[in-house]
């Protein structure tokens, strides 16, 4: 089990950015699949981003698509997102998730798929 948290979120206005960061208890090659989420009040929980570590492959929703971008920092043993031209529809508590098992392209976006969460970091985007 690794400990996640996260940080970064905030108000910003449409078309502004903002960076979240995830921490890890530990970092180890054993992680095999990360991720982030968002939840939005009344709504299901989605995935936004994923990052398989072994090949360093990347995710994405179609709405977040070539605005959102998923790192991993090796310095700083961080899960980032880089979150550009957010848009109202963003608005939602975004959380991370590590997972313990290789993901692909239909896993990496499932939150089933993963085992371990933090306990989330909100969004909100105003017009």
């Known amino acids: 089990q690794v400990q996640l948290v996260e940080s970064g979120g905030g108000s910003v206005q449409a078309g502004g950015s903002l960076r979240l960061s995830c921490a890890a208890s530990?970092?180890?090659?054993?992680?095999?699949?990360m991720g982030w989420f968002r939840q939005a009040p009344g709504q299901e929980r989605e995935g936004v981003a994923a990052?398989?570590?072994?090949?360093?492959?990347?995710y994405y929703a179609a709405s977040v698509r070539g605005r959102f971008t998923i790192s991993k920092d090796n310095a700083k043993n961080t899960l980032e997102l880089q979150m550009n031209s957010l848009e109202p529809a963003d608005t939602a508590m975004y959380y991370c998730a590590a997972s313990w098992t290789s993901c692909g392209s239909i896993s990496a976006l499932r939150r089933w798929s993963y085992s371990d969460w933090g306990q989330g970091t909100q969004v909100t985007v105003s017009s």
């Open positions: 530990s970092f180890t090659a054993a992680i095999k699949c």
């Open positions: 990052l398989y570590t072994a090949a360093s492959s990347t």
